[in-house]
């Protein structure tokens, strides 16, 4: 039990609670359900693997390991792993070829910057874990803020099926968990990691 002897019971038992709920949050798309793309983009995929691939790049920075952190990230990678290996299977070919372009760009060229630039130009601890948080910040929000483009489509079609309330409810509530257990755990960037 060393790793969880830095957070009180009241932060872990929060942590816990955070993941269950990003773990909700990260099986939210249907892609397999109904077999099809239906038009939707891949960038929200390609951002949460990007934004969990950075969070355990952080956690393991960080001078207290946050396992909790490092675990559902990774649960997160796999699952939008999956789901970009679904949209790459079920998408028509131009939105595959992007999805592959964009994904090659992003989650690998942009993360080994990253990681050589944290790693060799950084190279005070300290300073290393606060760019990278704010880094990690910054993915965040995009990916907290990528379901807001469904908008424009609920008011287009005067439907709320692209966005479901359950979806929006879920999100609201990671977000808080995430706040309170970051203040817990008196770390700024996992309490505004949305």
């Known amino acids: 039990m060393a790793i969880f002897s830095?957070?009180?019971?009241?932060?872990?038992?929060?942590?816990?609670?955070?993941?269950?709920?990003?773990?909700?949050?990260?099986?939210?798309?249907?892609?397999?359900?109904?077999?099809?793309?239906?038009?939707?983009?891949?960038?929200?995929?390609?951002?949460?693997?990007?934004?969990?691939?950075?969070?355990?790049?952080?956690?393991?920075?960080?001078?207290?390991?946050?396992?909790?952190?490092?675990?559902?990230?990774?649960?997160?990678?796999?699952?939008?792993?999956?789901y970009l290996l679904l949209y790459v299977v079920f998408a028509p070919k131009h939105a595959r070829m992007f999805t592959l372009k964009l994904l090659l760009l992003l989650n690998i060229g942009g993360l080994c910057s990253i990681l050589l630039l944290s790693h060799f130009v950084l190279a005070n601890g300290l300073t290393r874990v606060r760019v990278l948080g704010c880094i990690c910040v910054a993915v965040s929000v995009c990916v907290f803020a990528a379901p807001l483009s469904a908008m424009r489509t609920v008011v287009r079609t005067k439907s709320v099926e692209f966005m479901p309330l359950s979806l929006s409810f879920s999100l609201t509530v990671n977000a808080v968990i995430w706040l309170v257990y970051g203040i817990l755990i008196k770390d700024f960037f996992v309490a505004v990691r949305i």
């Not at 359900?33 to 790049?57: C, D, N, V």
């Open 6 to 82: 830095s957070q009180s019971p009241c932060a872990f038992a929060l942590g816990i609670l955070g993941n269950v709920v990003s773990f909700v949050v990260f099986l939210a798309p249907g892609i397999w359900r109904k077999k099809s793309t239906e038009g939707f983009q891949s960038l929200p995929y390609i951002a949460a693997l990007f934004s969990a691939s950075m969070w355990i790049y952080y956690a393991f920075l960080k001078s207290s390991s946050d396992f909790l952190l490092i675990t559902i990230n990774s649960l997160g990678c796999l699952i939008e792993s999956f």
